[in-house]
């Protein structure tokens, strides 16, 4: 069984590498998408300061619905162009969102919730869902974090199967 540890002390370019290392690990001999987003959600809530949600939405017809998540209670089901996750979703772009209330239709699940990224899951140019990460913090996420959380995205995206999940 893997832990994750707390990325505490490093550049945050060194913690991306390092979870990547630690999920490599998670998704060694499992190829099953839902179980290796499950350890994702888990490993990233836990080992990443100042989150208080974690979680993957699966695309469905048109729009995307919940999957594994770590935090509060989270919305079920998002229209494609709405809201960040859905923005996102819809333009195959990583969205970095400093400050949720000026975006505009966004989506409040946690009123804690100050910030937001979310990265899109596109694999052999089909959009499978996004990864959505929220933080009471103001402007948390930046540019080494889409990276990172690109990379994680990739690794996933190359490592598993989403066919039982695709909508």
Known sequence: MHAPQPAGGLPKTDVYVELKQQLTGLLEGEPDGLPNCANATALLYHALPALNWVGF??????ELVLGPFQGKIACVRIGLGTGVCGTAAERRQTLIVP?????????????????????????????????DIDSPELDRFDRDDARGLEALVELLLERSEFDRLAG
Not at 57 to 62: D, K, N
Not at 101 to 117: K, L, M, N, V, Y
Request: proline letters at 5%; a negative charge.
């Open 57 to 62: 939405y699966f695309l469905r017809a048109h």
């Open 99 to 131: 400050d949720v209330q000026e975006f505009p239709g966004h989506i409040a699940c946690d009123a804690a919730s100050r910030s937001e990224i979310v990265v899109p899951m596109v694999k052999s140019g089909h959009l499978l869902g996004v990864l």
